[in-house]
T-cell receptor
Framework: TQLLEQSPQFLSIQEGENLTVYCNSSSVFSSLQWYRQEPGEGPVLLVT?????EVKKLKRLTFQFGDARKDSSLHITAAQPGDTGLYLCAGRGSQGNLIFGKGTKLSVKP | DAGVIQSPRHEVTEMGQEVTLRCKPISGHDYLFWYRQTMMRGLELLIY????????DSGMPEDRFSAKMPNASFSTLKIQPSEPRDSAVYFC??????????????FGSGTRLTVV
């Protein structure tokens, strides 16, 4: 069974701080996606990483796929209250469907 | 496109009652997924369809749950009879392709179900 573990489960920080959240597995994934879910809404796709070692940047967000394609990280620089939400990673499973982690709930206080 | 449309947004029902959740996927998307989200278990895949045909229903908790997709633009998830432990947010999502790295899922806004 392919599982994705996300850490930390909860994170509360002040505006302007930097943070990193992690997504780990013992399984290899062909690709990995990150989603952000705001309260009362469904998850929204942020980025897809495909190649081992790949780094993608989306404004203040930096996503990295591990060399072995078993893990990924999301780094946010100078967090803002608008970054508040649940961050989910999802790996492409053997049947092609997405397998989701339980997420990291981020709260950025002004 | 208006995105994935789910109804109702909120549903409160009494234990034992039948509940029907509805979903309209994005036009042209061949795949439709039903998920349940709770704090304890996160996002759980219940069932998914390809071209209106159920492909994997191994996540459906028990026989009280059933899902149908009578045509490409409509799907339902029914719980009969409902129980308090079914209380959760239910999401519908659709996707153009499966297995293609750059294609993600588009989620609806969810239905928050409370069974009292």
């Amino acid at each position: 069974t392919q599982l994705l573990e996300q850490s930390p489960q909860f994170l509360s920080i002040q505006e302007g701080e930097n943070l990193t959240v992690y997504c780990n597995s013992s399984s290899v994934f062909s690709s990995l996606q990150w989603y952000r879910q705001e309260p009362g809404e469904g998850p929204v796709l942020l980025v897809t990483v495909v190649t081992g070692g790949e780094v993608k940047k989306l404004k203040r967000l930096t996503f990295q796929f591990g060399d072995a394609r078993k893990d990924s990280s999301l780094h946010i620089t100078a967090a803002q209250p608008g970054d508040t939400g649940l961050y989910l990673c999802a790996g492409r499973g053997s049947q092609g469907n997405l397998i989701f982690g339980k997420g990291t709930k981020l709260s950025v206080k002004p | 496109d208006a995105g994935v449309i789910q109804s109702p947004r909120h549903e409160v029902t009494e234990m034992g009652q039948e509940v029907t959740l509805r979903c309209k996927p994005i036009s042209g998307h061949d795949y439709l997924f039903w998920y349940r989200q709770t704090m304890m278990r996160g996002l759980e895949l219940l069932i998914y369809f390809n071209n209106n045909v159920p492909i994997d229903d191994s996540g459906m908790p028990e026989d009280r749950f059933s899902a149908k997709m009578p045509n490409a633009s409509f799907s339902t998830l029914k719980i009969q009879p409902s129980e308090p432990r079914d209380s959760a947010v239910y999401f519908c999502a659709s996707s153009l392709l499966l297995g293609e790295s750059n294609y993600g899922y588009t989620f609806g806004s969810g239905t928050r179900l409370t069974v009292v």
